[in-house]
T-cell receptor, first 109, second 115 residues
Framework: SQQGEEDPQALSIQEGENATMNCSYK?????LQWYRQNSGRGLVHLIL?????REKHSGRLRVTLDTSKKSSSLLITASRAADTASYFC?????????FGQGTRLTINP | DVKVTQSSRYLVKRTGEKVFLECVQDMDHENMFWYRQDPGLGLRLIYFSYDVKMKEKGDIPEGYSVSREKKERFSLILESASTNQTSMYLC??????????????FGDGTRLSIL
């Protein structure tokens, strides 16, 4: 069953611009995670935010969590060509994660 | 760094064959997972193992089985391959978590084609 839903499905921006992706989920969570997947590769963990946190930063990444709206956003600032990838949110269910369908981000030079 | 290694990047098999996909992790993680990834459907959990010889069905276990005889190795078995099992298969591992899920570490995937 689908828990996280990313929006938009695809995003294309110019290098140097900021990229924002959103994730909505249905049930209460303990934590929410964001992953990146380069074409033809496995997923790489980016950041984890706990349900009692509202915002978290890691380098050029900023994640927010609004548990009242059951939503999260991932902001990538000053985008680079190397940020071109698919981005997934995942919510915890016991020891497992449920992944959304992802946002495909393209950074144009 | 955690390394999760999947035995093949690309694999082509025939309908009806028994297919083995192997995954090895080097960080002594308790949890291991098998997913399949299809366009428009995202990642779907096939099976999950939280200890040697322990397994739990995921969301789409039909047509698959798993084996975990050693902590570092988790095998996915397609008992009788069918064309609808053509997909990208991803293995992942994580340490045991408490209330908060631990991040999962993924292999690079096996793109399996069933002809």
């Amino acid at each position: 069953s689908q828990q996280g839903e990313e929006d938009p499905q695809a995003l294309s921006i110019q290098e140097g611009e900021n990229a924002t992706m959103n994730c909505s989920y249905k049930t209460s969570i303990n934590n929410l995670q964001w992953y990146r997947q380069n074409s033809g590769r496995g997923l790489v963990h980016l950041i984890l935010i706990r349900s009692n946190e509202r915002e978290k930063h890691s380098g050029r990444l900023r994640v927010t969590l609004d548990t009242s709206k059951k939503s999260s956003s991932l902001l990538i600032t000053a985008s680079r060509a190397a940020d071109t990838a698919s981005y997934f949110c995942a919510t915890g269910r016991a020891q497992k994660l449920v992944f959304g369908q992802g946002t495909r981000l393209t950074i144009n030079p | 760094d955690v390394k999760v290694t999947q035995s093949s990047r690309y694999l082509v098999k025939r309908t009806g064959e028994k297919v083995f996909l192997e995954c090895v992790q080097d960080m002594d993680h308790e949890n291991m997972f098998w997913y399949r990834q299809d366009p428009g459907l995202g990642l779907r959990l096939i099976y999950f193992s939280y200890d040697v010889k322990m397994k739990e069905k995921g969301d789409i276990p039909e047509g698959y089985s798993v084996s975990r005889e050693k902590k570092e190795r988790f095998s996915l078995i397609l008992e009788s391959a069918s064309t609808n099992q053509t997909s990208m298969y991803l293995c992942a591992s994580s340490p045991l978590g408490g209330r908060v899920n631990q991040p999962q570490h993924f292999g690079d995937g096996t793109r399996l084609s069933i002809l």
